[in-house]
Protein backbone atom coordinates (compact mmCIF):
# COMPACT_ATOMS: atom_id res chain seq x y z
CA UNK A 1 0.00 0.00 0.00
CA UNK A 2 1.43 3.60 -1.13
CA UNK A 3 -0.30 6.56 0.24
CA UNK A 4 0.75 9.58 -1.43
CA UNK A 5 0.05 13.43 -0.79
CA UNK A 6 0.41 16.54 -3.06
CA UNK A 7 1.28 19.57 -2.38
CA UNK A 8 2.50 22.74 -3.91
CA UNK A 9 -0.63 23.73 -6.03
CA UNK A 10 -1.62 27.64 -6.04
CA UNK A 11 -2.69 30.09 -8.39
CA UNK A 12 -0.20 32.11 -10.88
CA UNK A 13 -0.24 34.07 -13.51
CA UNK A 14 -0.03 32.94 -17.09
CA UNK A 15 3.72 32.39 -17.91
CA UNK A 16 4.55 31.85 -14.04
CA UNK A 17 6.09 28.48 -12.99
CA UNK A 18 4.83 26.52 -9.59
CA UNK A 19 6.66 22.98 -8.42
CA UNK A 20 4.78 20.44 -7.13
CA UNK A 21 5.57 17.45 -4.79
CA UNK A 22 4.12 14.73 -4.20
CA UNK A 23 5.19 12.72 -0.64
CA UNK A 24 5.03 8.75 -0.64
CA UNK A 25 4.80 7.01 2.44
CA UNK A 26 6.48 3.29 3.04
CA UNK A 27 9.47 2.00 2.31
CA UNK A 28 9.18 0.56 -1.09
CA UNK A 29 8.64 4.43 -3.14
CA UNK A 30 11.95 3.48 -5.48
CA UNK A 31 9.66 0.50 -6.62
CA UNK A 32 7.15 2.30 -8.05
CA UNK A 33 7.09 4.51 -11.51
CA UNK A 34 5.67 7.96 -10.76
CA UNK A 35 3.16 9.95 -12.46
CA UNK A 36 0.73 13.04 -12.56
CA UNK A 37 -2.20 13.77 -13.88
CA UNK A 38 -4.87 16.01 -14.30
CA UNK A 39 -8.06 17.23 -14.43
CA UNK A 40 -9.97 20.52 -15.26
CA UNK A 41 -13.72 21.12 -14.09
CA UNK A 42 -15.75 19.29 -16.64
CA UNK A 43 -13.12 17.17 -18.27
CA UNK A 44 -11.68 14.11 -18.21
CA UNK A 45 -8.60 13.20 -16.24
CA UNK A 46 -5.40 13.97 -18.62
CA UNK A 47 -2.36 12.13 -18.13
CA UNK A 48 0.52 14.55 -17.23
CA UNK A 49 4.00 12.76 -17.42
CA UNK A 50 5.38 9.67 -15.54
CA UNK A 51 9.32 8.89 -14.73
CA UNK A 52 10.21 5.38 -14.06
CA UNK A 53 11.37 3.72 -11.14
CA UNK A 54 15.26 4.74 -11.28
CA UNK A 55 14.56 7.74 -12.90
CA UNK A 56 16.12 7.42 -16.01
CA UNK A 57 12.90 7.33 -18.35
CA UNK A 58 10.37 9.42 -18.78
CA UNK A 59 7.04 10.33 -20.98
CA UNK A 60 4.80 13.53 -21.57
CA UNK A 61 1.87 14.64 -22.70
CA UNK A 62 2.40 16.85 -25.98
CA UNK A 63 0.64 19.62 -24.23
CA UNK A 64 3.49 20.18 -21.71
CA UNK A 65 6.44 19.19 -24.04
CA UNK A 66 9.51 21.42 -23.21
CA UNK A 67 7.53 23.36 -20.48
CA UNK A 68 7.23 20.79 -17.50
CA UNK A 69 9.62 18.32 -16.56
CA UNK A 70 8.95 15.15 -13.87
CA UNK A 71 11.74 14.22 -11.28
CA UNK A 72 11.90 12.30 -8.40
CA UNK A 73 14.02 11.64 -4.83
CA UNK A 74 14.04 8.34 -3.86
CA UNK A 75 15.59 9.25 -0.80
CA UNK A 76 12.88 11.82 0.25
CA UNK A 77 10.03 9.35 -1.52
CA UNK A 78 8.98 12.58 -3.38
CA UNK A 79 8.42 13.06 -6.86
CA UNK A 80 8.01 16.52 -8.60
CA UNK A 81 6.28 18.09 -11.16
CA UNK A 82 8.29 21.82 -12.49
CA UNK A 83 5.70 23.70 -14.09
CA UNK A 84 7.01 27.01 -16.85
CA UNK A 85 5.49 29.17 -19.09
CA UNK A 86 2.38 28.26 -17.04
CA UNK A 87 -1.11 29.06 -19.55
CA UNK A 88 -4.55 29.16 -18.31
CA UNK A 89 -5.20 25.69 -20.09
CA UNK A 90 -3.10 24.47 -17.09
CA UNK A 91 -5.52 25.09 -14.61
CA UNK A 92 -6.65 21.62 -13.23
CA UNK A 93 -6.62 19.60 -10.00
CA UNK A 94 -3.40 18.01 -10.59
CA UNK A 95 -2.67 14.40 -8.80
CA UNK A 96 0.20 12.01 -8.12
CA UNK A 97 -0.22 8.73 -8.66
CA UNK A 98 1.90 5.41 -8.33
CA UNK A 99 2.57 2.11 -10.57
CA UNK A 100 2.66 -1.50 -10.75
CA UNK A 101 6.41 -1.69 -9.10
CA UNK A 102 9.03 -2.49 -10.96
CA UNK A 103 7.06 -2.02 -14.49
CA UNK A 104 7.89 0.41 -16.93
CA UNK A 105 5.30 0.39 -19.67
CA UNK A 106 4.58 2.31 -23.17
CA UNK A 107 3.84 5.76 -22.84
CA UNK A 108 0.07 4.61 -24.09
CA UNK A 109 -0.08 2.84 -21.14
CA UNK A 110 0.14 5.47 -18.48
CA UNK A 111 -1.67 8.05 -21.07
CA UNK A 112 -4.80 5.95 -20.28
CA UNK A 113 -4.21 6.23 -16.50
CA UNK A 114 -3.04 2.57 -15.27
CA UNK A 115 -1.82 3.24 -12.05
CA UNK A 116 -2.14 1.73 -8.62
CA UNK A 117 -2.22 4.51 -6.44
CA UNK A 118 -3.96 7.92 -6.27
CA UNK A 119 -3.07 11.14 -4.34
CA UNK A 120 -6.01 13.22 -3.25
CA UNK A 121 -4.68 16.39 -5.68
CA UNK A 122 -3.93 19.70 -5.37
CA UNK A 123 -4.95 22.89 -7.23
CA UNK A 124 -3.38 24.80 -9.72
CA UNK A 125 -5.34 27.29 -11.33
CA UNK A 126 -3.30 30.26 -14.17
CA UNK A 127 -4.90 33.51 -14.66
CA UNK A 128 -5.26 35.21 -17.96
Known amino acids: QVQLVESGGGLVQAGGSLRLSCAASGRTFSRYAMGWFRQAPGKEREFVAV????????YYADSVKGRFTISRDNTKNTVYLQMNSLKPEDTAVYSCAAGTPYYWGSSSYYSNGRMDYWGQGTQVTVSS
Open 51 to 58: ISWSGGST
